[in-house]
């Protein structure tokens, strides 16, 4: 049978109109907001198979595609029919929570979306695809300077950004608030305060302890099916639930969420390294999970999705590294890995725990351990602060890169590829995105220490049964959708907002013992 | 990195408004096509990924956003804007013969669109939606009682829209319209009896003379990664590019364009019979070939799509059956096939083509060899036309069936699922579908010999060299896109309309000899 091309593309499964009764504003909204998902989650659906599918020649009709879909949900997003069903619901609140909170968020992404001028949106699209191209090569030759210009310009469209969208302090507020409802600067920068000194003093003491650890005490060949074997039995023991989901390999790993049944995990995989594509197993399905776990009924509505990237990154972390770097899992799983891949059946659960566990100072966040991670983030936000408060030239960010670097890592990168160019995201106008990985950690070790208070739930993790942990995030987390802001949220699930002793703990006793 | 579920959903990549200047109404006409293809690409892709990549629980989901897509299609075909660049196009033609053609097909479809009211197309869906649950059970149970009053209801339906639509002599005409513009009935009948009596004789002949070739001479253990390859790279040498498409695998294969570089075939694989999947993926590949060589300038509008269903079968059936059931191409890839498959090293070119064109009476039209296949199509043509006409009753299909099939075949289907219940096509509301599928064949046959009149492309194709031929087929056949009729186009390629001699004469010589 043959499908489609012959024009007009004939779509046969004719949309049935609706029938017509009365509704309130807020119903009206809350279809509007629906509307917007199914554009939304076609979009993402489109970039995912660009991601893992698309032919590389048609590239540039894809994009096409994702433009006119992008078009057409801003189109929505800032209608009149939007307007009107918004102001006519805010007048007409009827004291549900759930719908105040909706009618809040609607509020907050309708003016989001309306404050900025068109003419900004645009030099910000340009600006942000001249910033990829230009610090794609700047990494490559390892030259700042190439993508200084673009840097300044990218500062310049965020503080613009910031001006229009309103903040209370800092421009950081701002951008900070697209990633985090309801934080503040000042809040995020006196938690990274308190746990610089001693997430620094930890660090080193795991880069120290973990000489006595061979480098190469797992290197071995681990066939890429049988990693894939592996995976998907631990992400199945997991709770990730896979007649709603999958996993596919990619370059760069990533979840996404084509819709209420349809999230999709990706890895890569390294031959030599099978913890690698499990890690990122584990965390991929910890974001997974959270979307799994979202109430379904509200599906597109704020009541029905993820509230921040650091409550996100709270899962993925939760589950890559509380739970599977721990040991009552690989006792329970280190047996099942050994009869795949035979080199592990000669290590004690000791000597794999070290090398699951090694700490070791790197250029790189995106190769750094668990001990060592959150300083690369706490130098990144301190830098991205001051660049917007332009306390910080653009032409000085190699400099203070450096040395800021050498302050807590004790020796200075090679070169800026291996420093201040590493990372796409500020590239791509990413501004204010960095503090959520960190505040990702320190909410997962809160949230795992305050579910594991419960007993039944602590000696479950110890027998490596993680249903009644998955149970508690389902219910303390991921039912509240967002209808809290992260930190009410946080409140709400552990009693207080993020306290970084929670984490540091953790560090302390993961790596000094 | 962590994609969307944030609500809402948020587009990063901003639609840059084009800039306004002075365009004609054709123009306007053409970019509102053009957009109307975004979406339907955009339909095909999610399609696509549903067939071969969506995790079960998100079906549900996924019929939503087509849903949403189909509507806003059909919104946008038929929108007050489209039907104001329509007329104002049409009271400004310039003479142009690709923009004419494009405005009949323009026209055509816009009236094709709008002639329907809502309350027939809501009853088609539904009925279509019932109708294929019925025939689902009835298929199961062989029982023709259980799908007989949906086919009532859906050629009921059926009238009703050729009537709307209208039409010169019967319902068919209008219905046949859909797959075939400018086809007349009463010619495809014609067709069909100048074939008939010689098809039927040929077929039985060919069945005859296969008696010597053993059912089970190529049975043998294939695996399907081995499979995978000797496929992908005879598609290569076809000429499909894999740089603008791909191959993947499904319960039931088809062929699939979701932009101008971007063809997708799918396949299935029998563990025991590497010819299964070969010849889908050639079949397929046809497809392909056709929409790889549509004119990439003029994607979205009629000029550059295909023209007919019976031209898009007889690209896939030239490739599948004159290329690759032919002797000089398995001169070429029998050795090929024989390294990937050590069983077909005892066998001889002339024993293996024996095997690859043995031809057998089946009940079933899918599992139908190229010499009796025409045979099930000139039946379901007869049958569906008198029920239209209502000369056949709905009750008196299965014996009318059976004894058509004695007729043609010599003996009786054993029940109704091998008989009049196989075919899912008239259950989804598909009447006048299935004679497109042999006038493919006769086209195929007939461009065959046209284009290796030219004694270079004869002699290319003997030595299994086909990029001569495709390059005939994409100048006189891909490169018109729908700016002539199909039987124009025929005309124009090969000096006649469609003239079933060829194809008979191709039967002879491939199963007489």
Chains 1, 2 share one sequence.
């Not at 879909?69 to 929505?76: T, V």
């Not at 973990?210 to 990693?227: M, R, T, W």
């Not at 890592?409 to 503090?435: K, V």
């Amino acid at each position: 049978m043959y499908y489609n091309s012959l024009w007009p593309f004939a779509l046969r499964e004719e949309l049935r109109p609706a029938k017509r009764y009365a509704v309130s504003a807020y119903q009206s909204l809350c279809k509007l907001a629906r509307e917007q998902a199914l554009i939304g989650t076609t979009a993402s659906a489109l970039s995912w198979d660009q991601e893992t599918q698309l032919p590389p020649a048609a590239v540039p009709y894809r994009a096409q595609q994702l433009a006119y879909l992008a078009g057409k949900s801003h189109e929505l997003a800032t209608s009149e029919q939007w307007q009107a069903a918004l102001e006519s619901a805010e007048g007409d609140l009827n004291g549900d929570p759930v719908q105040s909170a909706n009618l809040r968020e609607f509020r907050h992404h309708f003016d989001r979306a309306t404050k900025l001028p068109t003419e900004l949106v645009e030099r910000a699209t340009e600006t942000s695809s001249r910033g990829k191209a230009a610090w794609s090569m700047a990494r490559e030759k390892s030259e700042f300077s190439i993508f200084a210009p673009a840097l300044t310009d990218l500062l310049e469209i965020a503080r613009e950004k910031a001006a229009l969208w309103g903040y209370q302090e800092e421009p950081y507020d701002a951008l900070l608030g697209e990633y985090e409802r309801g934080a503040s600067t000042a809040e995020v920068a006196a938690l990274f305060d308190r746990f610089r000194e001693t997430g620094a003093e930890l660090a080193q003491q795991a880069v120290e302890n973990s000489k006595a650890v061979p480098a190469d005490l797992l290197d071995a060949d681990y066939p890429i099916e049988d990693q894939k074997t592996l995976n998907r039995e631990i992400a199945e023991s997991l709770g990730f639930d896979f007649k709603a989901g999958r996993i596919d390999t990619v370059a760069h790993p990533f979840c996404t969420h084509l819709g209420p049944r349809d999230t999709r995990l990706t890895t890569r995989y390294l031959e030599r390294d099978f913890l690698s594509s499990l890690f990122g197993v584990m965390h991929e399905a910890g974001h997974g999970l959270y979307d799994q776990g979202l109430p379904e009924a509200e599906h597109g509505l704020p009541s029905g999705s993820a509230v921040s990237l650091g409550i996100h990154e709270s899962q993925s972390r939760l589950w890559e590294n509380h739970v599977g770097r721990a040991r009552p899992f690989w006792e329970k799983w280190l047996p099942r890995a050994a009869e795949i891949f035979p080199n592990l059946r000669t290590l004690s659960l000791d000597d794999f725990l070290g090398g699951v566990n090694r700490a070791e100072y790197s250029c790189i966040r995106v190769e750094a351990d668990e001990a060592t991670y959150d300083l690369h983030i706490l130098m990144r936000f301190s830098l991205e602060r001051r660049l917007l408060n332009r306390e910080l030239e653009v032409a000085d960010v190699p400099e203070a890169w450096d040395s800021e670097f050498e302050s807590l890592f004790g020796f200075r990168p090679p070169d800026d590829a291996h420093g201040c160019l590493q990372d796409i995201h500020w590239s791509m106008g990413g501004l204010g995105y960095f503090s959520t990985y960190s505040i990702g950690n320190l909410n997962a070790a809160q949230l795992y220490a305050k579910a594991t208070e419960d007993e039944a739930i602590a000696s479950a993790c110890e027998q490596a049964n993680y249903a009644p942990i998955l149970q508690w995030m389902q219910e303390h987390v991921h039912a509240a959708g967002s209808t809290l802001f992260p930190q009410e949220l946080m409140e709400s699930a552990t009693g207080e907002r993020t306290n970084p002793e929670y984490y540091l703990s953790h560090l302390r006793r993961r790596f000094v013992g």
